[in-house]
T-cell receptor, first 117, second 114 residues
Framework: GENVEQHPSTLSVQEGDSAVIKCTYS??????FPWYKQELGKGPQLIID?????GEKKDQRIAVTLNKTAKHFSLHITETQPEDSAVYFC????????????????FGQGTILTVHP | NAGVTQTPKFRILKIGQSMTLQCAQDMNHNYMYWYRQDPGMGLKLIYY???????DKGEVPNGYNVSRSTTEDFPLRLELAAPSQTSVYFC?????????????FGPGTRLLVL
């Protein structure tokens, strides 16, 4: 099955700096890669996603890049703010899930991002 | 819309007790999921459902049961609670379960088994 590795596990930056979180996946058939932000005491919330036919996607201060050949994708946050502090999860959807059409979402281990004022 | 709601927010169980974690969504989504999140780990899929009356196992189904009698509700049942089931449980849903479709998560239920 799919395996998603996420690095680093913790990341500390100064306000205004950039933050980069990297993920690798194992299943070359995976075709959808969402990123979730989880604030303390809350469920994960989608912040950006990318599909396998796109190499880069940007939404204001957040961008995601995908390298299908190397099977890795990254989250880039520019001009970080204290409210960006949270746990960030990458995920991948593999279409191979017991022969059904259901796409199984496999999560990385998470990155605790702390932005210091 | 309230989105995905979960109750209770927090519960302490004794070993061997049983309980049901409630999950409901008001978005008319067909697919619903239960995940557990252990400290320092990502989310692991316990069970999922593709529609009312249809459920299937995920990665870590042992010790749990689910039912899906309506589109809106997807309860998770723990029959004999064990310390290994101490975790945070998240319910999620999406409209059709297509491979390139995001899932919407509830706020979670924190469970402590002592």
């Amino acid at each position: 099955g799919e395996n998603v590795e996420q690095h680093p596990s913790t990341l500390s930056v100064q306000e205004g700096d950039s933050a980069v979180i990297k993920c690798t996946y194992s299943d070359s058939a995976s075709n959808y890669f969402p990123w979730y932000k989880q604030e303390l005491g809350k469920g994960p919330q989608l912040i950006i996603d990318i599909r396998s036919n796109v190499g880069e996607k940007k939404d204001q201060r957040i961008a995601v890049t995908l390298n299908k050949t190397a099977k890795h994708f990254s989250l880039h946050i520019t001009e970080t703010q204290p409210e960006d502090s949270a746990v960030y999860f990458c995920a991948a959807i593999s279409p191979r899930a017991g022969g059904t059409s259901y796409g199984k979402l496999t999560f990385g281990q998470g990155t605790i991002l702390t932005v210091h004022p | 819309n309230a989105g995905v709601t979960q109750t209770p927010k927090f519960r302490i169980l004794k070993i061997g007790q049983s309980m049901t974690l409630q999950c409901a969504q008001d978005m008319n989504h067909n697919y619903m999921y239960w995940y557990r999140q252990d400290p320092g780990m990502g989310l692991k899929l316990i069970y999922y459902s593709v529609g009312a009356g249809i459920t299937d196992k995920g990665e870590v189904p042992n010790g749990y049961n689910v039912s899906r009698s309506t589109t809106e509700d997807f309860p998770l049942r723990l029959e004999l609670a064990a310390p290994s089931q101490t975790s945070v449980y998240f319910c999620a849903s999406n409209p059709s379960g297509r491979r390139q479709e995001t899932q919407y998560f509830g706020p979670g239920t924190r469970l402590l088994v002592l």
